[in-house]
T-cell receptor, first 112, second 114 residues
Framework: NAGVTQTPKFRILKIGQSMTLQCAQDMNHNYMYWYRQDPGMGLKLIYYSVGAGITDKGEVPNGYNVSRSTTEDFPLRLELAAPSQTSVYFC???????????FGSGTRLTVV | AQTVTQSQPEMSVQEAETVTLSCTYDTSESDYYLFWYKQPPSRQMILVIRQEAYKQQNATENRFSVNFQKAAKSFSLKISDSQLGDAAMYFCAYRQEYGNKLVFGAGTILRVKS
């Protein structure tokens, strides 16, 4: 009963490096999301997907890319990391529009 | 665009007492969903309670209940018999009836004193 699994849990990147944050869910949820949470702040939507092959931008998509080739996986790609991308990243999924989310445990990313 | 406002950055409550966290939202929709999430120091986001706007009855989950005032666009969370484990950041969130995503408030830190 894994739910939403995010890897890695922690990562330190140097400015200009790239990386992919992994997210997988085993609940057959159609909707998947990436949010970022800056210290003491709420969650801001980066990208979301309503099903395999379909993705859309959220509030803060610049500097990120996503893909959704399967129902289970929704990786988030950071290209050319910048200090402003230092944050905690949450992946979440939902089975239907009227449901809340199931969240992963988050990835703490520091860009130095 | 819908917005969610939590006007209390921080609240404190004595163990075993009751506390109410405030949330207001802005929408022109008539049907939507509202949620409260808890984020303890472990940072895991946990769904506390869910309210459907077309239901007049306030949702309740054990010690957690809401006061949903649709006309006032208010959705407060009441925690009764507060416990040390209730200490966390609490987020209010809104979802349109046909919307694809949640909009979150900035959160309220709840401290529980023993």
């Amino acid at each position: 009963n894994a739910g939403v699994t995010q890897t890695p849990k922690f990562r330190i990147l140097k400015i200009g490096q790239s990386m992919t944050l992994q997210c997988a869910q085993d609940m057959n949820h159609n909707y998947m999301y990436w949010y970022r949470q800056d210290p003491g702040m709420g969650l801001k939507l980066i990208y979301y997907s309503v099903g395999a092959g379909i993705t859309d931008k959220g509030e803060v998509p610049n500097g990120y890319n996503v893909s959704r080739s399967t129902t289970e996986d929704f990786p988030l790609r950071l290209e050319l990391a910048a200090p402003s991308q230092t944050s905690v990243y949450f992946c979440a999924s939902s089975p239907r529009r009227d449901y809340g989310y199931t969240f992963g445990s988050g990835t703490r990313l520091t860009v130095v | 665009a819908q917005t969610v406002t939590q006007s209390q950055p921080e609240m404190s409550v004595q163990e075993a007492e009751t506390v109410t966290l405030s949330c207001t939202y802005d929408t022109s929709e008539s049907d939507y969903y509202l949620f409260w999430y808890k984020q303890p120091p472990s940072r895991q986001m946990i769904l506390v309670i869910r309210q459907e706007a077309y239901k007049q009855q306030n949702a309740t989950e054990n010690r957690f209940s809401v006061n949903f005032q649709k006309a006032a666009k208010s959705f407060s969370l009441k925690i009764s018999d507060s416990q040390l484990g209730d200490a966390a950041m609490y987020f209010c969130a809104y979802r349109q009836e046909y919307g694809n995503k949640l909009v979150f408030g900035a959160g309220t830190i709840l401290r529980v004193k023993s």
